[in-house]
């Protein structure tokens, strides 16, 4: 199993990568490990000296590790990205491990940097998108064991754990820091708190309906 799962993080991650510089523009040198002691503002991470560079600023260790899905949603997400390897600066892709408790979700979110490609390695997942206004059409579909879903740029989507079992998948993003928008924390968690009688009237609900909301982020 343990090499299953190393050959196929590969196998997605490589292909996944075709697509990512069409996002993130091409490295100029072999590599830019991130310097994560520098205060320089880029659009990315300073470069670290490459005489400095080893071995384990392109690794990360613990994917094969069941995530703790003991909470109010019922799944766990890994990434591996920028943050976890500074080797992968620059270079327009990282990674993610979802596991999921028997009907957990990874709840409607988006990644304003990046496509995402998902594949089952572990029991079947509901996964779904939603496209664009006017038509907010959902596109659906439950995947299996070996299956492959792609999530485009920028677009509200979620999965969910439609088993009795638990479920597990890995997922590539065509950006090294591809960022994530959870619809339901953004619109009722910011912080400071947008107006309830602002989202009363973009829900079309009571506003002391929303005002419970908030008061739960």
Same mark, same amino acid.
């Given at each position: 199993m343990a090499k299953y799962l190393i050959l196929l993080?590969? #196998?997605v991650v490589f292909t996944f990568s075709c697509v990512a510089f069409a996002y993130e523009p091409s490295p100029l040198q072999d590599f830019c490990v991130a310097d994560t002691t520098s205060s320089a503002r880029v659009n990315g991470l300073a470069c670290k000296d490459p005489m400095k560079v080893q071995a384990d600023d392109f690794f990360f260790g613990? +994917? &094969?590790i069941p995530g703790n899905t003991s909470n109010v949603v019922g799944s766990s997400l890994q990434p591996v990205n920028v943050a976890q390897i500074p080797g +992968?600066?620059?270079l327009g892709v990282s990674m993610v491990?979802?596991?999921? #408790?028997?009907?957990? %979700?990874?709840?409607? &979110? =988006?990644h304003p940097? #990046?496509? *995402? %490609? %998902? =594949?089952? +390695? *572990?029991g079947s997942l509901e996964v779904g998108f939603v496209t664009s206004n006017p038509e907010n059409r959902l596109i =659906?579909?439950? %995947?299996q064991k070996g299956d492959v879903f792609v999530f485009p740029v920028g677009l509200v989507h979620f999965e969910r754990n439609v088993g009795y079992g638990n479920a597990m998948a890995l997922a590539a993003l065509s950006s090294q820091n591809p960022g994530a928008i959870t619809i339901a924390k953004a619109a009722f968690g910011s912080n400071p708190s947008i107006s309830s009688d602002i989202l009363a009237k973009a829900f079309q609900v009571d506003k002391k309906i929303v005002e419970q909301i908030q008061w739960k982020f």
């Open positions: 993080s590969l #196998a613990g +994917l &094969h +992968l600066n620059t491990r979802l596991d999921f #408790a028997p009907w957990g %979700i990874n709840p409607p &979110h =988006t940097r #990046a496509s *995402e %490609i %998902i =594949t089952v +390695l *572990e =659906t579909k439950v %995947i």
